[in-house]
């Protein structure tokens, strides 16, 4: 996935980025029009209910014990180059079984985590626990290249010591494992980024590690300033792997990976269920996936091979 050799001109690169913005626009109508018509189907039923500020009080409350105790947890899910046939990153996903709500959904307390602030203490927890796992993650051809990718909320980035705790923890592991590490962030956070935390991702890819813009779709992002933002790699939201079947938005995956190829970024989609979304993707260009086609998110144990005692 490196940057294209062949000359291209500004006007065709100009060219392309037009017709993708136009694209992307016709997406979003049709996706709002697909919006407007499951809610539509869905009137008169039950309406979607909102959790109550007590229910995300009791979680916070919950939270804070599985913080003191240790009993959040990890799991990895493996993403493929489909060319190569290989694992060339895990993805770290927090999560949480707690004794009296059961297994809670990272979409659920990681968002009360980011609304109490307990969200730092989240990323403090996964970055160490990520230090650790590194080394059994990396094995054999693989083990060079490969990454482990941790989600970073807006919160824990504003932190004024977030670059000097990530800078100081990843120095004081054995190996120094930058180069093995990538900081995945939402595309909706980087439209609300400002120069400072720029500035500090740019910092960190200078150190080695890799930026990763997340749910590429689910956002809005104007691709005129796409290219002053520090990623090295786009994450395909699952809602184009859903509607692949749509000639339309198959047309605006192949026109994101030609620009991505040309930018010299890795482009992976997410959420690749069944063989008819990854020859869809494949079609279109993207042969980097994520999903449950490959493999579902588990413990370290799964992906740990036996070392010759
Ligand atoms: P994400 O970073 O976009 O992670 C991908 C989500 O898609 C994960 O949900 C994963 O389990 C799910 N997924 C993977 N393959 C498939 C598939 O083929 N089909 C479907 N339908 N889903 C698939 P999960 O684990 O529930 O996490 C949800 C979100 O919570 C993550 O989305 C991420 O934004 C956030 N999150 C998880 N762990 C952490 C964390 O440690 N820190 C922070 N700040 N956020 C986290
Ligand atoms: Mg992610
Ligand atoms: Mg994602």
């Not at 090295?232 to 995956?253: A, G, S, Y």
């Not at 970024?265 to 996936?289: H, I, N, P, S, W």
């Amino acid at each position: 996935m490196t940057s294209s050799s062949s000359p291209t001109s500004a006007s065709q690169l100009g060219a392309l980025q037009d017709e993708v913005q136009a694209l992307r626009m016709q997406l979003a109508r049709v996706t709002a029009e697909r919006d407007r018509l499951l809610h539509d189907q869905r009137a008169g039923g039950a309406p979607i209910e909102k959790p109550s500020l007590g229910a995300d009080a009791h979680v916070a409350a919950r939270l804070e014990r599985a913080l003191a105790q240790g009993d959040l947890q990890l799991h990895y899910q493996p993403e493929l180059d489909l060319v190569a046939d290989r694992v060339f990153a895990y993805e770290a996903l927090c999560r949480w079984n707690d004794a009296e709500l059961g297994a809670v959904g990272p979409d659920t307390f990681i968002r009360v985590a980011e609304e109490t602030g307990q969200i730092v203490r989240v990323g403090r927890m996964v970055l160490a626990q990520v230090l650790r796992d590194l080394s059994d993650l990396r094995h054999g051809p693989e083990a060079a290249e490969l990454r482990v990718a941790i989600n970073f909320s807006m919160q824990e980035l504003s932190q004024p010591d977030f670059e000097s705790w990530f800078i100081e923890t990843v120095t004081n592991t054995p190996g120094q494992p930058f180069n093995h590490l990538e900081i995945e962030i939402t595309e909706s956070v980087f439209q609300r980024m400002d120069a400072e935390i720029r500035a500090l991702l740019m910092r960190l890819q200078a150190r080695g590690i890799r930026v990763a813009m997340d749910d590429f779709g689910t956002g809005y992002s104007s691709l005129a300033r796409l290219h002053m933002l520090p990623f090295d790699k786009i994450k395909l939201d699952k809602q184009f792997v859903r509607t692949l079947n749509d000639p339309l938005v198959h047309e605006i995956v192949r026109a994101l990976a030609q620009l991505a190829q040309k930018f010299g970024k890795v482009l992976v989609a997410e959420g690749v269920e069944t063989q008819l979304d990854r020859d869809r993707l494949r079609d279109a260009g993207c042969t980097c996936v994520q999903g449950y086609l490959v493999a579902r998110p588990a413990p370290l144990a799964q992906w740990v091979v036996a070392k010759p005692s």
